[in-house]
């Protein structure tokens, strides 16, 4: 079997038979340090990425590995525990795959989340921040390949990938609980090494003001089946060159769970008043 169609398919229909067929509201992507959301769903599913049929699975410290799907705040969610990324040597058509197959379960509401590094030097770590738009130097795309007309145009628009709405709702929800959100353009790279203060100086140049290895490859899925996508990164540390010390993955656990009382109080105002 190499046809992506009939892959989404039998991994859909795997997760189906675990979770009913009850409809799924919105699909959450839980980056490092975030996924204890996933532990505060009511009548909670949990469905290991091992057992799905063609998922990849999370090599990730700090990331679980597997499915939660329950309510949160009136709204049937499922939440990955962990995503994939370039970095663990899967392909781009791998990275994207879970979106797919929320996809094809009936999942049109996409929140991506994740641990960025702060490129705009007025922001500080544990600040969370807005995703209004991306940036993708690498030529390597998710899209890369044949066009399955099913899902999206070949050619397909990435002017809104961050829906307007949604951030909009997001900022009104952010000032009404006294949460300082920032607002900002998200650089891709490749990873998994950080990286240089001089990328992080052409960064800063191009127009970015956080920087991470993740999220980007699933906002283009998203947008190529047309999914309504609310992004919001956590600056977990200040890109290299910005402050004399080292980057470590441990900084980004710990800043992780730091934010991780105002990070799910407002995905929980945003979840309750999403439009499905």
């Not at 919001?232 to 470590?248: D, K």
């Not at 991780?260 to 499905?276: D, G, I, Y």
């Amino acid at each position: 079997m190499d046809k992506l169609m009939d892959k989404m398919q039998e991994a859909a229909m795997y997760i189906t038979s675990k979770i009913g067929n009850e409809a799924v509201q919105i699909g959450m992507v839980l980056g490092s340090g975030l996924g204890d959301l996933a532990e505060q769903l009511e009548d909670p599913i949990f469905i290991s990425y091992k057992d799905i049929p063609f998922f990849p699975v999370s090599t990730v410290f700090g990331h679980k590995g597997r499915l939660v799907v329950g309510m949160l705040e009136g709204k049937r969610v499922m939440c990955m525990q962990g995503r994939f990324h370039y970095y663990e040597g899967y392909g781009m058509d791998q990275v994207v795959f879970p979106i797919q197959v929320m996809h094809a379960i009936g999942i049109n509401n996409l929140l991506v989340t994740n641990a960025a590094g702060g490129v705009n030097a007025s922001f500080k770590p544990g600040n969370l921040m807005l995703i209004t738009d991306h940036i993708k130097l690498m030529s390597e795309s998710p899209m890369r390949g044949p066009n399955y007309d099913e899902l999206g145009d070949r050619f397909f628009d990435m002017s809104t990938a961050y829906d307007k709405g949604l951030m909009e709702l997001a900022k009104k929800e952010a000032e009404s609980l006294g949460i300082t959100l920032q607002e900002g353009v998200y650089i891709f790279f490749a990873g998994p090494s950080y990286e240089t203060p001089s990328e992080v100086r052409a960064a800063r140049i191009l127009g970015a003001d956080a920087v991470g290895m993740s999220t980007v490859p699933e906002a283009i899925a998203a947008s190529h089946m047309k999914m309504k996508v609310l992004g919001i990164s956590c600056i977990t540390n200040m890109a290299a060159g910005i402050l004399p010390q080292p980057l470590n993955h441990k900084e980004v656990m710990e800043t992780g769970e730091l934010v991780k009382e105002s990070f799910t109080a407002l995905v929980r105002r945003v979840t309750n008043l999403w439009p499905v």
